[in-house]
């Protein structure tokens, strides 16, 4: 059974830092990876989408990492800004025989704070 | 091109009511998914369709909870009964069909049901 863990759960930075976000998943067999943000009492947004096959997405201030044999994966925002306070996702859907089963399992989160 | 629609936003319920809640995916989706997010939880995957299709309900609670996807119209997601543990978000997300590409995932703003 498919678990992701992301930490850390909380995250206070000001605004301006780098900083990292940490996902990790126990079964290797992937078909895609996905990054989210969700603003209390709202949607998804979608972030960021990373094949199995791939090493890394880019997308302005965010980039996102992948090394399936290890189990991990990591968001990196650039340059802090308080927008970017939100909860961030971190999905995995299965490989079902070469193809994706749809499937999305989600880690708890990551809330984050920027203060100005 | 409107993004996946979900009515009504919010729907409050006596107990033993039934709930009914809608989803229209994004154009050219013709496949539907519903997440589930308890208070203080993640979220959970429920259910995955395609038009007239139930692919995988592994997610649904054995008991007063149905989902379909008519040829014609929304996905509706049927909560019979309802408990006051019924309480939630539920999240509908779409995606598109298509041989050897990756099924992004496109989420809508909720549906809060609170059981009164």
């Known amino acids: 059974k498919q678990e992701v863990t992301q930490i850390p759960a909380a995250l206070s930075v000001p605004e301006g830092e780098n900083l990292v976000l940490n996902c990790s998943f126990t079964?290797?067999?992937?078909?895609?990876l996905q990054w989210f943000r969700q603003d209390p009492g709202k949607g998804l947004t979608s972030l960021l989408l990373?094949?199995?096959?791939?090493r890394e997405q880019t997308s302005g201030r965010l980039n996102a990492s992948l090394d399936k044999s290890s189990g991990r994966s990591t968001l990196y925002i650039a340059a802090s800004q308080p927008g970017d306070s939100a909860t961030y996702l971190c999905?995995?859907?299965?490989?079902?025989?070469?193809?994706?089963?749809?499937?999305?399992?989600f880690g708890q989160g990551t809330i984050l704070t920027v203060h100005p | 091109n409107a993004g996946v629609m979900q009515n009504p936003r919010h729907l409050v319920r006596r107990r033993g009511q039934e709930a009914r809640l809608r989803c229209s995916p994004m154009?050219?989706?013709?496949?539907v998914y519903w997440y589930r997010q308890l208070p203080e939880e993640g979220l959970k995957f429920m259910v995955y369709?395609?038009?007239?299709?139930?692919?995988?309900e592994s997610g649904m609670p054995k008991e007063r909870f149905s989902a379909e996807f008519p040829k014609e119209g929304p996905s509706i997601l049927r909560i019979q009964q309802v408990v006051r543990g019924d309480s939630a978000a539920y999240f509908c997300?779409?995606?598109?069909?298509?041989?050897?590409?990756?099924?992004?995932?496109?989420f809508g703003p909720g549906t809060r049901l609170t059981v009164t």
């Open positions: 079964d290797s067999a992937i078909y895609n």
């Open positions: 999905a995995v859907t299965p490989n079902a025989g070469g193809t994706s089963y749809g499937k999305l399992t």
């Open positions: 369709l395609q038009k007239e299709n139930i692919i995988d």
């Open positions: 990373i094949q199995s096959s791939q």
């Open positions: 154009k050219g989706h013709s496949h």
């Open positions: 997300a779409s995606s598109p069909f298509r041989q050897g590409l990756s099924y992004e995932q496109y």
